[in-house]
């Protein structure tokens, strides 16, 4: 009886693992951090209210510390 509790915390513990693992890559994946020289190598942000983008108007992306940042 006790073997077979045991193996059941064992399960637990690798189900939930594989869980936060899986998290934590999804949200890593996620999160896109766009290298950079200068501040033309940073995409271009969009000009126009209302678009889908990193950066909306008015503000741009530069580059600070090698990684393109809206400002």
Known sequence: MQRRRNMAILLKFVYIM???????????????????????????SCT?????DSCAYPHVLRCI????VCT
């Open 18 to 44: 594989i869980i936060y693992l899986f998290v934590v890559l999804v949200v890593v994946e996620g999160y896109s951090v766009y290298g950079c020289n200068d501040d033309t190598d940073c995409p271009p």
């Open 65 to 68: 510390g090698k990684n393109c």
């Open 48 to 52: 126009t209210r209302g678009c889908p």
